[in-house]
């Protein structure tokens, strides 16, 4: 399979989902492009493409369908973002004040009736229909604009009906101030606030809604806005200031302390803490010493220090989480395909909704007619713009998967945000994602010796041992900084222990069958703690002399602190958790009664195990896969989601559709909450943009004006039109409060 790149685009005059599904079609039309997805909130394509394809043809499939494009790459800089963002809402600002400074007079004068008739001074009121033209062309110029280029490409877009309808009343005005009498009396009205008013409106609205769509993208902003403009490099045995652009793989930087780490790399002279929780979520510093790896954007605790770059660019993890989470802010979940497959037809539908309102009034309306027909159809163009449809999905998306990263759940694509919210079952590997991944001493019981002795003795044996206990034994020597003696004549004992010569004394450390081979004597009560131990998933070990038993040490892999809070949780979200583990029977159950599982798949080997998800998939179960190893990675990619522990091997993550920072399950629950909050977010969005067409369309074609004698204002529709895209997307951003249950 050839190699592939995923590349984003910038689209320049997208303002409607009807736009979204012509871009995302002349993308997908390019040859060699694999996917293309298109988001109306941030104005972004996504492309998953050849390596060797350039962005050129991309830009050029997007031009030729009326819209323009320029590549996005690297970690954007905020303030540039900021100041463009701020520059455009100005804009659209001046554009609101002109219009509805123009359109002012003209709306009072419907109460007031300060300026002459029509027909008595046409003069002034050809003035007033060209300055109005001046007013459309300054502050509407983008609508024009936008309509002509969707004309040539035949289509039609929200700037079409804005066009159709604004335009028309300002041609209906001019052609009865030039001609009055081919109208009725009753007829005889220019229409030319109602032009600008709606201009006016509609860069309002446009306007609030960029300012509250700024608001969303918070999160992502956040994160690339945390690595510093400039790193202290050492060169020449000189510390000089560059910017981080220029930062290559191998220079040494010094770190103060309360700085930012500028990019990746390993601590090689000094020490300190460093606060990770923009990657992980988690609030407590880690100690970092010679030889740990650093994350550019972490923050520098009271220590200074000396580390070398080895990872720079967009290989650093914080672009690598950035291009993660903008991809998967890019990405359409099944509801959003839905409803921009229904946004393609709505425009045409609506033109075609107006005609038929113009031919209804015009055939069966009352005098005057053709007054009756412009406003009628002028409404309906107006107030059906589906730019709250468009909105709907994407924008609710954003907030959501960056709701998400703040806890340290990085989510790779939109569908798996939707599906996590139908989970009915999560599987749990244990090694690594309920237990700690790696064996620990947990328990020392004192015979004929102390604790320290027992310690120091196993220590000085093991330290010649291979056996993956012994690194627990050592480690928790070098933690309490032990002497541990020289062991000499050393000797393993396959399948039982090891033995030696340690300070002059013969030393036995191992099971039972090495007690008994030896000639130790154990007590009833010493072979009941041994089995006692052994059912509680921990590895008994006997350290004796060549006279009686000193002491036992246990080690195990413990269970994580929140394992049994977390599974708690999903318990009591209606989820049926599966403990599935390569581990013997007795092991995986005694883990498995420590944390409150009752449905344990044991002894399963590595290739089976997405054959155990695919069963229980088959009986009809939505499945959560919860894994780190790259014997998970298979299940990962089977279940459907598939979530990696973040201190998991890069493989599981790969093959995950989220990734938990923290390396806890807590993560699976704040990921299904979210998930659920932001489907719920996504519906209410709809909901809204749904029942607002329904209601309004008819409405503005005048259905009530037979039975009430109500037809709604043309201006009326446009503040309408402008609001519902607002209140969208402040819908949206009640999701930036959000707060997962057992979160302060």
């Known amino acids: 399979m050839a190699e592939v790149q995923t590349r984003r685009l910038a689209i320049d005059g997208m303002r409607c989902a009807g736009c979204v599904s012509k871009v995302e079609a002349a993308l997908a039309g390019v040859p060699g492009v694999q996917q293309a997805s298109v988001n109306l909130a941030d104005r972004t394509a996504t492309v998953v493409m050849p390596l060797a394809m350039q962005d050129k043809a991309l830009i050029a499939a997007v031009q030729a369908v009326g819209f323009d494009a320029q590549p996005l790459s690297g970690i954007e800089n905020v303030g540039d973002m900021q100041r463009a963002e701020a520059a455009h809402v100005r804009a659209l600002g001046l554009r609101f004040v002109v219009a509805a400074l123009a359109g002012l007079p003209l709306f009072l004068d419907m109460f007031l009736h300060f300026l002459p008739e029509l027909v008595e001074a046409q003069a002034v009121w050809l003035l007033i229909g060209l300055g109005t033209l001046a007013v459309m062309v300054f502050s509407g110029r983008h609508f024009y604009i936008g309509a002509w280029r969707a004309f040539i490409h035949h289509s039609a877009s929200m700037d079409t009906l804005i066009a159709s309808g604004t335009g028309t009343a300002w041609l209906y005005s001019m052609i009865i101030t030039i001609h009055p009498e081919i109208v009725p009396a009753l007829g005889r009205h220019a229409y030319f606030d109602a032009a600008l008013t709606i201009i006016a409106l509609i860069n309002l609205g446009q306007a609030l809604e960029v300012r509250a769509r700024g608001k969303t993208s918070e999160a992502i902003r956040r994160l690339i806005g945390l690595q510093p403009d400039t790193a202290r490099v050492v060169r020449g045995g000189v510390e000089i200031d560059v910017p981080v652009a220029e930062v290559v793989a191998g220079d040494v930087i010094r770190v103060r302390p309360g700085e930012k780490i500028p990019v990746d790399g390993e601590l090689s002279e000094g020490h300190s803490t460093v606060d990770e929780s923009m990657l992980t979520g988690e609030p407590m510093a880690v100690t970092k010493k010679i030889g740990d790896s650093l994350v550019g954007g972490t923050i520098n605790g009271s220590g200074s220090f000396l580390y070398r770059a080895t990872h720079v660019g967009a290989d650093m993890v914080l672009a690598r989480i950035i291009d993660m989470v903008k991809n998967a802010q890019a990405s359409k979940p099944r509801i959003g395909r839905i409803v921009d497959k229904v946004a393609g037809v709505f425009v045409p539908t609506i033109l075609i909704l107006a005609i038929i309102t113009a031919l209804v009034w015009l055939n069966f309306g009352p005098e005057p007619r053709l007054s009756f027909a412009l406003v009628t159809t002028m409404t309906v163009l107006i107030i059906a713009c589906p730019c709250a449809l468009g909105l709907a999905t994407p924008i609710s998306l954003i907030v959501g998967i960056g709701k998400a990263a703040e806890y340290g759940i990085l989510i790779r694509k939109g569908e798996s945000l939707e599906r996590a919210s139908q989970l009915t079952t999560i ?154 583990t390569g581990d013997r029977r007795e092991t995986a159950e005694a883990v498995a009664a420590q944390v409150g599982i009752s449905e344990v798949l044991s002894e399963v080997m590595p290739e089976d195990k997405d054959q155990q998800v695919a069963r ?110 607002v209140t969208v997307v402040t819908n949206a951003n009640r999701l930036r409060r959000f707060k997962p249950g057992g979160i302060k």
């Open 616 to 725: 229980l998939q088959a009986s009809g179960e939505v499945v959560g896969m919860v894994g780190d190893g790259i014997n998970d990675a298979p299940a990962l990619s089977r279940a459907d989601v598939g979530f990696a522990i973040g201190a998991g091997t890069d493989i599981a993550i790969e093959a995950a559709d989220m990734t938990l920072m923290r390396s806890s399950l807590d993560g699976v629950v704040i990921a299904i909450e979210i998930s659920k909050a932001t489907l719920g977010n996504i519906k209410q969005n709809l909901f809204g943009a749904f029942v607002y067409n329904s209601l309004g369309i008819p409405v503005a074609a005048g259905v009530l004006y037979p039975l009430l004698g109500i037809l709604l204002n043309p201006m009326i529709a446009g503040a309408a039109m402008a609001m519902s895209s």
């Open 427 to 580: 599987v749990l590997d244990k090694t690594g994602t309920v237990t700690e991944g790696r064996p620990a001493v947990t328990d020392m019981v004192e015979r004929h010796a102390s604790e320290f002795d027992i310690l120091a003795l196993a220590a000085a044996l093991e330290r010649h041992s291979e056996h993956p206990l012994a690194a627990a034994v050592l480690q928790l020597a070098d933690a309490r900084k032990l002497d541990v003696p020289a062991c000499e004549h050393f000797s393993a004992v396959s399948g039982q222990g090891v033995t030696g010569m340690v300070s002059g004394r013969q030393m036995y450390l191992g099971n039972e069958k090495l007690m008994q081979a030896f000639g130790v004597t154990l007590s009833d009560d010493d072979r009941q703690l041994v089995r006692e131990l052994a059912l509680a998933a921990k590895t008994p070990m006997l350290l004796a002399d060549a006279k009686a038993l000193l002491g036992i040490l246990a080690i195990a892999d413990p269970v994580k602190q929140d394992s049994r809070q977390a599974i708690a949780r999903m318990q009591a979200m209606g989820l049926r958790v599966v403990m599935l």
